[in-house]
């Protein structure tokens, strides 16, 4: 006590200001990771990188792991775990926003997070346009459409992998994913919603097969009763068409198809089904994710 006294005024008598406050995220900051030098590459803390390849496709995978600030000092806790798809951007990203949103107090509850990366040795968009569409864009189209073979190894690798290695909550298990990524997301909640409990559908790029998700959800519609999620959709205010207005969209109207899929989801009065949509303002398709990300955090893992 008598400690943090005579720093506090030290801090005044340098300042000139007298009584001086220091914030409370100073306070509770860890210590910065010490990078490796030298030129080698930055080093994400508490990250870890594991192989988890697919032995049906014989493709190699890797998914990256961060644990939250408690993991190691709360041994007996289990943690919510959230999936990202496209995790070259969204894992470093989405690992630091739900580390700033608690510097002042808790906002989210603590998670694992668990980012899902591309084909070892193919460019992103090759392995995104296979991987997370659910049918070939053309006919012969053999770089799209293989989606649900990527969501069968979700299914019985990757998910099993995670809770084998970590103190996961198997009840408590959700998908985020932007643009291709939320048309993965979409069509795991039409054919397998209990793989995960939430999800995060960013931008749902439906220009790409709208006929195809209207049938997934009608005929979901048709065989179930209840559709127990809860469902977060985010969609950026110029992801329309608005001509000579070069912030918006040229040809696809994703406000409009997010809108249209909302309704459909609310209109079947789901019993154990929960939607919340927002159109962020001043956002297009590359924009939009770090806001859509934050809100979905906070509307799926508020702090208990």
Known sequence: MLRSVLSTLVIALTAGIGIATVPAQAQTQPAAKIQPAEGRPYEIADS???????????????VF??????????????????YVTDADYAFPLIRQISRRLNLDGPKVEEFILVGLSYAKGEDGMVSRRRDYTPTPKGAGDAAHGKAAAYQAYLRDQVKPFIAQRYRTDPTRSLFLGHSYGALLGAQILFTEPGLFS?????????????????????????????LPARVFLYVGEYETVRKGDPRFNKTADMVGDNHAFEKALKDRKYPGLSVKSVVLNDEDHLTVAPRGFTQGLRYLLPAR
């Open 48 to 62: 870890e990188v594991w192989d988890v390849p697919d032995p049906v496709s014989r493709r190699g995978y890797q």
């Open 65 to 82: 792991v961060a644990l939250p600030p408690s993991y190691g000092k709360e041994p007996q806790r289990k943690y919510p775990v959230l």
């Open 198 to 226: 939430s999800y995060i559908l960013g931008s749902p790029s439906f220009w790409f097969a709208k006929e195809h998700y209207r049938e997934l959800e009608s005929g979901y519609a048709a065989r179930s009763k209840d």
